[in-house]
């Protein structure tokens, strides 16, 4: 469960982000991660309608990590 950074309320998670042609948003860092780290997920508060982004998957970040 993700608390709100800015009010403390409950968030809702995994909401898909979409653009106007409907893909997801993917991260990658120069460097280290080549490539893409995978897709992002968003969550919002229902209270102040703060929003934020994560890897929807961590998996692939964890390997590289190691
Ligand atoms: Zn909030």
Do not use: D, Q
Request: glycine share 10%; aromatic share 4%.
């Amino acid at each position: 469960m993700r608390k709100c950074l800015r009010c403390n309320s409950e968030m809702i998670e995994n909401i898909e982000i979409r653009t106007n042609e409907a893909i997801g948003i993917s991260v990658g860092e120069k460097g280290i991660f080549k490539g893409s780290l995978g897709k992002l997920n968003a969550s919002v508060c229902p209270e102040c309608g703060y929003t934020e982004t994560y890897l929807a998957n961590t998996k692939k970040l964890e390997k590289l990590i190691k």
